[in-house]
């Protein structure tokens, strides 16, 4: 059990003064189910906050009583970073130590800001009202009470200049023991919309970000799983980019999920996650094709370099994304920009 690592998960759906969402609420209770999961996160029941309004909460609620609010939140982090402070103190390994905080509801990109969750009782008077992730996230790397941090946040980040990023009210008060790794996923591009998966049944509601998240966590059928059959913030994030664009590709403006990755090495999810193997994947270049390129991609400590005479090219891949490049830059342009998916199964030809 991970019993250094915490998380502090936000979902709202009831928004009194804005227009209320289906699926946020749920989306934090089935991340939780993820942490607590001994083939998922792993972690301790009492280390994982969960910050929500009850039905009740809801239905009762208006914009000056709504719950959560910026002191809810607030106060679920700083009883962690206080509780992973004392078990360092206590003789845990402060390497060891991990944060989550997820963020799902209404979100806005304001000044000074990348992307910040509106909180229940914020309206469009009231949009202070928030959690905003970069000043977040920059307390958390200068205090450096955990050795990781990793930021979910499903929300839009519509651009409100006119409002400022509010960082936590904490005052650091100690010297960082080293250096702090981060990732973040956002999910979407910065200005634009994110979106709800809705059903006939509001408990069925799905943001699309969180649902790609959640499947690339447990693996994804091995879509995310490495050769060492871990899945890793480099893994996830190339599954959760491309699935969330091809969920939302009917949109007006396609969802694009945005990850920012601060680390020396990939921060690991999960380990011992079977079904991964490398299949025979045929590679077919545009006829008449003939030169090297390089094929990128997971498990390459560097390019493998293939030489191409005008015929299929077989290639034994284990699941993930790869990118073929040519070395002539006047060599005719690849479908797709190169990129393609190696599935679990393999066996496909691939036409560039």
């Not at 994110?194 to 969180?210: C, K, V």
């Not at 009917?250 to 079977?274: D, H, K, M, N």
């Not at 390019?303 to 891949?317: C, E, F, Q, T």
Request: charged share 20%; aromatic share 10%.
């Amino acid at each position: 059990m991970n019993d250094l690592h915490y998380a502090v998960i936000v979902g709202i759906n009831r928004y009194p003064a804005i227009t209320d969402l289906s699926g946020a609420r749920g989306d934090a209770a089935r991340f939780r189910d993820w942490l607590l999961d001994s083939a998922g996160g792993d972690l301790p029941e009492g280390n994982v906050a969960l910050v929500t309004a009850t039905e009740r909460d809801e239905r009762e609620a208006d914009v000056m009583s709504a719950v959560p609010t910026r002191e809810n939140v607030n106060r679920a982090l700083y009883r962690t970073h206080c509780a992973v402070r004392a078990a360092v103190a206590d003789g845990g390994d402060w390497a060891d130590t991990r944060l989550y905080v997820f963020l799902a509801g209404h979100g806005i990109a304001p000044f000074g800001g990348d992307a910040a969750l509106l909180m229940a009782n914020a309206a469009i008077d009231l949009l202070g009202n928030h959690i905003a992730v970069r000043p977040y996230l920059s307390w958390y790397e200068s205090a450096s009470p955990f050795h990781e941090i990793v930021f979910f946040a499903d929300c839009c980040r519509t651009r409100f200049g006119g409002v400022t990023a509010f960082g936590p009210p904490f005052t650091d008060t100690t010297e960082a023991p080293d250096k702090v790794e981060c990732f973040v996923g956002y999910g979407s591009a910065l200005g634009d919309p994110a979106y709800e998966q809705l059903s006939p049944d509001p408990d069925q509601s799905r943001g699309h970000f969180t649902s790609a998240l959640l499947e690339g966590l447990r693996g994804a059928g091995g879509g995310t799983v490495t050769a060492e059959g871990e899945v890793t913030s480099d893994s996830l994030a190339h599954y959760v980019r491309r699935h969330v664009l091809d969920r939302t590709a009917g949109e007006l403006v396609p969802q694009e999920a945005r990850f920012l990755r601060e680390t020396s090495t990939p921060i690991v999810f999960g380990r011992g996650l079977g079904g991964v193997g490398s299949y025979p994947e045929t590679l077919r270049f545009p006829p008449g094709f003939r030169g090297g390129v390089e094929l990128r991609g997971r498990g390459f400590d560097e390019p493998r370099r293939l030489d191409i005479d005008g015929a299929d090219h077989v290639a034994s891949l284990v699941p993930g994304l790869y990118k073929v490049v040519a070395d002539s830059l006047t060599a005719p342009e690849f479908t797709d920009g190169g990129f393609f998916e190696v599935v679990t199964g393999g066996g496909s030809v691939v036409q560039f």
